[in-house]
């Protein structure tokens, strides 16, 4: 999968851009705060209708402006299409070519990109919920029905949640919910215990090679299902004996919002034992991981999105991570220093200069 082309209207620092990707690895350059993560921000927005930086979508707008607009030509095996995103300040819309789109699931996917943000360097702190949104990115991008479902269960969870806080709740009505949520989850459980299965497989040497030394990794599905295969029992059982812990405590205890995914390098614990250079490569194995994930299931790789991944690599390493880059991926990269991208084919790369929101071809030779 490729994104040909890009328009931005009103989209954060840029008032209007036209940008042609003609070249495999596209590589932003520029100084500081001129508009280099805010592009990777735009082709991300294509991909899963979300900003990876903040909640407040009217912050997307240019300041002084009404409507935000990403466009984006998305070539695939079934051919280009035309994705826009029109983000105002009460509200947003989709479109695939120029046809409106009601549901958000239809459209994500259609531009499947995956993103290494700075940010990601928390993820084995963070707490559980980044490491579950991961999944569901990864599987919403991959499935509009895995979507669907976790939207469901979200909406009835709220509504089990609530329902608890009355004073004197009905059992069987909390039993229709909670048949409700069992039967959303189980599907929502198999997606993710095969993916976390196929990142474990791969994750180990791919972490390895960047190394360059044995390690071992494991990636532990941590969830109330554990390993059971009578799902719908077994989550029965749960719910039942935690009914009473529910109504005093008057919250859903049991399901996939307590779920979390659990990073152990050479058996310890991630974020206790790795280095911040190993937790930068692990990430960096992760998202490959990922991407092979997405090629077995939709036979062609997504994007990849790199902000600022060169930071805190040594040099060895640098070259390493460039090395094992998959051959047929396209690569959008932000750096604010040309020397990092030394040595890499030069015939597959167009570099682009970033200044103040604007885009121009980059002059200077840097080979
Ligand atoms: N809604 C907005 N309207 C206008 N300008 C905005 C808006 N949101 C962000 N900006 C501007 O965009 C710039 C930041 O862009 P971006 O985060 O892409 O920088 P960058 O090139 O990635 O820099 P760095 O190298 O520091 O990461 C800032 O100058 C900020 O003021
Ligand atoms: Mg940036």
């Not at 508009?35 to 707008?61: C, P, Y």
Request: aromatic share 8%.
């Amino acid at each position: 999968m490729r994104i040909n082309e890009i328009r931005l209207n009103n989209f954060r620092n840029y008032s209007s851009l036209k940008l042609r990707f003609d070249k495999r690895i596209n590589v932003l350059i520029g100084d500081n705060a001129q508009g280099k993560t805010n592009l990777l921000e735009a082709i991300s927005f294509l991909s899963t209708v979300r900003s990876f930086r903040i909640k407040d979508e009217t912050d997307l707008i240019k300041k002084e402006c009404d409507i935000a607009r990403i466009e984006g030509m998305i070539q695939s095996s079934v051919g280009e299409k035309r994705l826009t995103v029109m983000i105002g300040h009460s509200g947003k819309s989709l479109l695939i070519h120029k046809n409106p789109v009601k549901r958000t699931s239809e459209f994500i996917g259609q531009c499947n990109a995956v993103l290494f943000t700075p940010a990601d360097m928390d993820f084995f702190e963070a707490p559980p919920k980044v490491r579950r949104r991961m999944m569901d990115v990864e599987l919403s991008k991959l499935s509009p029905v895995y979507m669907e479902n976790l939207n469901q269960y979200a909406k009835v969870l709220k509504e089990r949640n609530t329902y608890l806080k009355q004073d004197r709740p009905d059992i069987e009505y909390l039993e229709v919910l909670s048949d409700q949520l069992i039967a959303l989850q189980i599907p929502i459980i198999e997606s993710r215990r095969e993916f976390i299965a196929f990142v474990t497989k791969r994750i180990s040497t791919l972490f390895c090679e960047f190394m360059e030394e044995k390690f071992e990794i494991d990636i532990k599905y941590e969830s109330e299902s554990e390993s059971h295969t009578d799902l719908a029992l077994h989550l029965n059982q749960k719910m039942t004996a935690s009914l009473k812990r529910d109504l005093a405590l008057k919250i859903t205890h049991v399901g996939i919002h307590r779920d979390d995914a659990k990073f152990a390098l050479n058996g310890f614990d991630v974020s206790a034992f790795a280095s911040q250079g190993q937790k930068r490569m692990l990430i960096l194995a992760l998202k490959m991981a990922i991407l092979e994930f997405i090629v077995s299931k939709i036979n062609t790789y997504p994007i990849l999105l790199l902000d600022d991944v060169f930071s805190e690599l040594d040099t060895k390493k640098k070259v390493k991570f460039a090395q094992l880059l998959p051959k047929d991926v396209q690569i959008m990269i932000t750096t604010t220093e040309i020397n990092e991208i030394k040595g890499w084919p030069a015939s597959e790369i167009d570099v682009f200069l970033v200044n103040n929101g604007v885009i121009t071809p980059y002059k200077e030779d840097y080979r």
